[in-house]
Every structure is written in C-alpha cells, then in structure tokens.
T-cell receptor
Framework: GESVGLHLPTLSVQEGDNSIINCAYS??????FIWYKQESGKGPQFIID?????DKRQGQRVTVLLNKTVKHLSLQIAATQPGDSAVYFC??????????FGKGTMLLVSP | DGGITQSPKYLFRKEGQNVTLSCEQN?????MYWYRQDPGQGLRLIYY???????QKGDIAEGYSVSREKKESFPLTVTSAQKNPTAFYLC?????????????????FGPGTRLTVL
C-alpha cells in the first residue's frame, strides 16, 4: 500500500479505547478547520469540520475541539475500532483561502 | 453515483516525458484542486481552479500545468521540467463558498493516482 505514513507521528491504541489526535496550527486568522482520514492507498475522507466561532463539535463517535487561544485542534474518537486505523490530517483555511494541511498522525488500533 | 474519479490509479513514465493525469467530478462543484503527497508529508497544493477557464498556482506549481475547459474536468500535466515527479497525486473539488450552500470549502477527494518515473 501507499507509504503515506512513513516517519509520521504515531498513536497506538487498543480496540475500545478512546483516541485523541492533536494538531497545532500556525495562522491565528484561520477560521475554518477540517479533519480528514486517509487509509493506505486512498484519497482523504472528510470526518468533521468546525468553524472558529465554535469550540466543540460532535459527530458520530468523533468530537473536534478547538482552542483558539493556543491554536490547537484535537480529534477525539470514541471506542476506537480497527477500521479507524489510518492517517489523520487536520487542515485550516482563512476566509476564502485554500486549505493548508498538517503533516498527519498515524493511528494504529490493535484488536 | 456522484463523486470524483481519477485515472489511472497507477502510472509509469519514462524520464523526460510529459504525462497527463485525469480528474473528473459530477458533484457540480465549482472549485477543483490538485495536490501532491509524498511519504511523511501532508498534502501540498499544486494548482487550483475556482471557475471554468480560470486557475491559480498553488505552493508547488513549477513543472506542472493544468486546464479547466469544463466544470467537470481538471486535468494535470506533469511536464519533464518537474525535477522529482514520483508521488501520489490527489484531486479534490469543493462547493463554491460564495454561493453560501453547504460547508465552508469542504473538499472532497478522489482516490489518487500514483505516478512513478522510471
């Protein structure tokens, strides 16, 4: 498969645990953030997004937290499953600018 | 069945040759994007187009060219001037934010094309 994850930060968890993936962003003017999931050899899939006027947003088994004070974004995955194993990217944008992607974190879930 | 398609999935090129990667979407999205992905790195923007017959350079446009003659199609040509073309290429499209519908610049990605230069 595609070696997207080579040399990436890695988070290893057991099936059923909760996972927290972190992302630090650099532009204090960024007003929109997205988390993507990328499985080996595939394109990124949208997971959840959040705008800067919010500090928390929940989806199905996932929660995104935004702390604008320290420019930090996190993705929480509840009851992590082996199918959640992938590389996770955060992305940010400002106004009508294009998205800027982080380098990604590899999540490995053990049965 | 709506979505973004990229072809081919794997592409091999001899050094010095130009090659064109296909990207088609039937989501009626105005904006389309090309990214390059290398191992251990995030996505880097090559070119993007917000409307037909118009496109802008991204962060790493050198050695690449694009066209946007139709809303549905945004082909990328990797020219012989690209020094290190071996990579995974991803195409994306998004809803026009100015239209106000849906999410802010939420981008939908195709399955990618892996280009290898021999």
């Amino acid at each position: 498969g595609e070696s997207v994850g080579l040399h990436l930060p890695t988070l290893s968890v057991q099936e059923g645990d909760n996972s927290i993936i972190n992302c630090a962003y650099s532009n204090s003017a960024s007003d929109y953030f997205i988390w993507y999931k990328q499985e080996s050899g595939k394109g990124p899939q949208f997971i959840i997004d959040i705008r800067s006027n919010m500090d928390k947003r929940q989806g199905q088994r996932v929660t995104v937290l935004l702390n604008k004070t320290v420019k930090h974004l996190s993705l929480q995955i509840a009851a992590t499953q082996p199918g959640d194993s992938a590389v996770y990217f955060c992305a940010e944008s400002t106004g009508y600018s294009t998205l800027t992607f982080g380098k990604g974190t590899m999540l490995l879930v053990s049965p | 069945d709506g979505g973004i398609t990229q072809s081919p999935k794997y592409l091999f090129r001899k050094e010095g040759q130009n090659v064109t990667l296909s990207c088609e979407q039937n989501l009626n999205h105005d904006a389309m994007y090309w990214y390059r992905q290398d191992p251990g790195q995030g996505l880097r923007l090559i070119y993007y187009s917000q409307i037909v017959n118009d496109f802008q350079k991204g962060d790493i446009a050198e050695g690449y060219s694009v066209s946007r003659e139709k809303k549905e199609s945004f082909p990328l040509t990797v020219t012989s001037a690209q020094k290190n073309p071996t990579a995974f290429y991803l195409c994306a499209s998004s809803i026009d934010r100015l239209a106000g519908g849906g999410s802010y610049n939420e981008q939908f990605f195709g399955p990618g094309t892996r280009l290898t230069v021999l």
